[in-house]
């Protein structure tokens, strides 16, 4: 098992519709949970960082974590064509190592 | 968000050659800055994470002698790519850890061509 697993995609959302994106990770220790986007060419940035279950939510963004499950997930509503990109999620394990997924490239349909 | 500032942004050199990146943390200290390395639609790869004041600690496979981390400040980390060749260019990006919330914080990046 991967230590953080995402589907790879391209997942393709309908402008103005929900995208949805998810992660699961293995260390059952991991105490803080991280969204990057990436636009093709460019570097990460952060969106949101979530350390507690339940829901973040910031703007179109929502984050979920469901530390039982070793589940996060990133919501982005009213999908625009700017949030085309590939979206990664990353993981602290236990030990402070931070863990990247390979990421979930994100098309939204005009 | 924090601001990550990397030099340069992008670079041409002849194979052999040594090149150095300089990634800067604009506006937090930094304990700890990270590097990574990602080619053309692959994902990113940690090179290496560099601590102020001590070693760096490197990934599996990943030469210590032909990339040179150096993190001599809170501030500033700097990546050299000694005798530099084509299967060195990709898009090199470093990013700052802020440290109360493990958030990082990327750079834009630096994209090394060897010719």
């Known amino acids: 098992q991967k230590e953080v697993e995402q589907n790879s995609g391209p997942l393709s959302v309908p402008e103005g519709a929900i995208a949805s994106l998810n992660c699961t990770y293995s260390d059952r220790g991991s105490q803080s949970f991280f969204w990057y986007r990436q636009y093709s060419g460019k570097s990460p940035e952060l969106i949101m960082s979530?350390?507690?279950?339940g829901d973040k939510e910031d703007g179109r963004f929502t984050a979920q974590l469901n530390k039982a499950s070793q589940y996060v997930s990133l919501l982005i509503r009213d999908s625009q064509p700017s949030d085309s990109a590939t979206y990664l999620c990353a993981v602290k394990r236990r030990d402070d190592k931070i863990i990247f997924g390979k990421g979930t490239r994100l098309h939204i349909l005009p | 968000g924090a601001v990550v500032s990397q030099h340069p942004s992008w670079v041409i050199c002849k194979s052999g050659t040594s090149v150095k990146i300089e990634c800067r943390s604009l506006d937090f200290q930094a304990t700890t800055m990270f590097w990574y390395r990602q080619f053309p639609k692959q994902s990113l790869m940690l090179m290496a994470t560099?601590?102020?004041?001590?070693?760096?600690?490197?990934e599996q496979g990943v030469e210590k002698d032909k990339f040179l981390i150096n993190h001599a400040s809170l501030t500033l980390s700097t990546l050299t790519v000694t005798s530099a060749h084509p299967e060195d260019s990709s898009f090199y990006i470093c990013s700052a850890l802020q440290g109360l919330t493990y958030e990082q914080y990327f750079g834009p990046g630096t994209r090394l061509t060897v010719t």
């Open positions: 979530i350390y507690s279950n």
């Open positions: 560099s601590n102020e004041g001590s070693k760096a600690t490197y």
